[in-house]
Each structure stands twice: as C-alpha cells, then as structure tokens.
C-alpha cells in the first residue's frame, strides 16, 4: 500500500513506470533505458510457502543490470530485504550463524533454496543493494535503525524516512461515543503480538479485525473476521484503546497511525516504528505530503 502511494505520486509528476516482478504474476517489463531503478521489497515475500525464495526466479542477470548502471533506488516495506524468513525472527538481533534457519523445515529449505545457516544480510548482493543505491528509502526511525543495525552499516545521506501515507480525510476522530474497550486490527500473529494480547486482555472486551494466521487459534475476545478498509474507520471510532504490542520491531505500523487519528488510545510497547516519528501522529497536521517530499528528494539526487 505505502509502495503504491509513492508510484502513484511518481506518476503524477509525470513519470512512467515499467515492472518486473515474480509474485503474485510473473512479468517482465525491464527497460533498458530508464532514468532510473526502483527496487521494493525484491528478496522475499513471504506470506506464502510459494514465495519463499520467488526472488531467484527474477531474469536473470536482471541485478547485475541495476547494479551496473547504478542509479536506483531502494525500498524497504518491512525487512524482506535483510531477512528471507518470515517477520524477522531474530527482532534485529542478528547474528553470522542465524538460530533460526537451523529449526526450520526441508520444505522451506527448498522453497527458499537456502540450505545455509548464514545470515541473509551477509550475502554479497543484498550488502550490494544496501551501498550502491542512491537512496534507502525506510518506513520510520526505528524501520531505519533496525535495517541498519543488522547490515551493520552507519547512518548517511543516502537514507531516506518516509513519513506516515495515510489518508486524514478517511481517518479522524468521528467524536461519537465508544463502546469496544480495546481493538486490534490487522493479521492475527505471533509477530504482531498474538500471544501478549491473549496473557493481558483473555478477559477483557478486546475486539479484533482481520486475517488469523495460519495454525492459529483465536480463542478469546470479539472476532469481526476481515472488514473491508473502508469500513475501518468506523470500527476504530468505536474504540477507546488500540492495542498493539508486535514481537518483532513493526517497520511502521500504519494501522497504528490510522488508530491514533481516529482517537484511540494507543497500548504499544517499544517494538513500533509508527511511535518512534520524533512528532505526534495523532496531529495530521504534523504528516505534510511524505510521497512528495521523497520525490523531491529523489530528483535532486538523480
């Protein structure tokens, strides 16, 4: 969604894009010619066992390519760009010998095609997209920072905070009365907290909203299954607390944002790069134009 605002935002001052991607469709539309690469999010996707490793279905030498010209762009969603397991198991405390690749199946071995047990981060190509792009681009402070830990790489000119993409016109606080205690929204996981949320709020009125991982048991609170994003305003605007308290260190955590405009109260902890802005994120004021902004920044930079 965040990736989709900045491209629009592109198009609208006039660019054109071509794509090439591996998931959810293969396509291949690279053009030699281009002014400029923007690369989101192209190591790991990995919502589903068929996504793990996609990323090494790409044309070949397509990388080579972009890293050859060298004037491109780079995006960070979450961390699929450090990491090719899924929601970063580690939460940012990597290691030359990950624990975590040693526990996990044959079956995502092969779907990965990563029989070792070495960090992803270490690899030669990721450390090659990390340093040769003109900008990384991060989705807060804290995104940054865990990014930047795990490569082991410093802070410089060529890292790039995207502020919050959220519509203000879409999410604000109705003043109405609210009658759910404490709402969660989004995927039902471990890495976004499933299991704290069930220790602190098995006995209170919790409600949820959204899609329940895979293998897991809701077996407490109000369960509103998925309700379509247009509706999400609604839901919030009956809650008096959000509740968001992720295992891993959320890159952002939008919905978080959208929670705060629409006057809840938030219940995070410190794993939550929407709180980690240096400004209030219940004030849209304080948001400006973020996708406008980065390309400012990009075209003075190309």
């Known amino acids: 969604m ?11 001052r006039g660019h054109t894009f071509t794509f090439t991607t591996v998931r959810p469709q293969s396509k291949t539309e ?12 192209v190591f790991n996707y990995p919502h589903s066992l068929k996504s793990l490793g996609a990323w090494r279905n790409l044309p070949d030498g ?16 979450a961390y699929a760009d450090i990491c090719n397991l899924p929601y970063l198991p580690c939460s940012g405390n990597s290691a030359p010998v990950c624990i975590d690749k040693g526990a996990i199946s044959l079956s995502t071995r092969i779907a990965l095609k990563d029989f070792r047990n070495t960090c992803f981060s270490s690899k030669k190509l990721v450390r090659d997209v990390f340093c040769s792009s003109i900008l990384n681009v991060f989705l807060s402070p804290m995104h940054q920072d865990t990014c930047l830990k795990v490569m ?3 802070n410089t000119k060529n890292n790039f905070v995207l502020k919050p993409t959220v519509d203000t ?6 003043k109405v009365e609210r009658d759910i205690d404490y709402l969660f929204v989004g995927v039902i996981s471990e890495a976004k907290g499933f299991y704290e949320m069930r220790e602190l709020f098995h006995n ?19 369960y509103h299954g998925r309700v379509a994003y247009d509706q ?3 839901l919030m605007n009956r809650a008096k607390n959000f509740v968001f308290l992720p295992r891993w260190p959320e890159p952002q955590g939008r919905v978080v944002i959208e929670a705060a405009l629409s006057g809840c109260q938030l219940i995070t902890n410190d794993k939550v790069g929407a709180t980690s802005f240096p400004f209030d994120i219940s004030q849209p004021k304080n948001f400006g134009n973020p996708t406008q902004e980065l390309w400012v920044e990009i075209e003075n930079k190309v």
């Open 204 to 222: 209170k009125n919790i409600h949820f909203a959204g899609n329940i991982y895979p293998g897991l048991n809701l077996d407490f609170g109000t």
């Open 30 to 41: 690279f053009d030699e010619s281009a002014d400029l690469d923007f690369l989101v999010d």
């Open 169 to 174: 016109n879409l999410f604000f606080n109705h």
């Open 152 to 154: 082991k790489l410093s």
């Open 62 to 77: 397509l990388f080579d390519k972009v890293l050859r010209r060298n004037r491109f762009i780079h995006m960070n969603n």
């Open 2 to 12: 965040i990736a989709l605002d900045v491209i629009r935002e592109a198009q609208a």
């Open 232 to 234: 999400v305003p609604a």
